[in-house]
Nanobody
Framework: VQLQASGGGLVQAGGSLRLSCATS????????VAWFRQAPGKEREFVAA????????WYTDSVKGRFTVSTDNAKNTVYLQMNSLKPEDTAIYYC??????????????????WGQGTLVTVSS
């Protein structure tokens, strides 16, 4: 499985960005595709996830109502629409894939495959 994240950039607070995670097409069935982020000096943290076969989604509390994860199965791509961005959303965003179970959705260790990361910078 190969993943390629894109769509990062510089945006003012309150603005929007859409990140894309293109998969190799072998992400199927019960796989979960997740977005994590890592700010300078901080640990990588869970942001959102989507289960490929039924589009069930999960979000960390700090992004609920602002971020939306979705999929275009025909394009084998998962998106993270980020609205009302805040300076604290500044980080490198990574997409990841794995056969995570519900209780481990938010763990870095649950994902075997990672994209290269895309930088999101939100200015105040």
């Amino acid at each position: 499985v190969q993943l390629q994240a894109s769509g990062g950039g510089l945006v003012q607070a309150g603005g929007s960005l859409r990140l894309s995670c293109a998969t190799s097409g072998r992400v199927v069935g019960n796989y979960v595709v997740a977005w994590f982020r890592q700010a300078p000096g901080k640990e990588r943290e869970f942001v959102a996830a989507l289960r490929w076969n039924n589009a069930t989604t999960w979000y960390t509390d700090s992004v609920k109502g602002r971020f939306t994860v979705s999929t275009d199965n025909a394009k084998n791509t998962v998106y993270l629409q980020m609205n009302s961005l805040k300076p604290e959303d500044t980080a490198i965003y990574y997409c990841a894939a794995g056969q995570a179970i519900l209780s481990t959705i938010r763990r870095v260790s649950s994902y075997n495959y990672w994209g290269q990361g895309t930088l999101v910078t939100v200015s105040s």
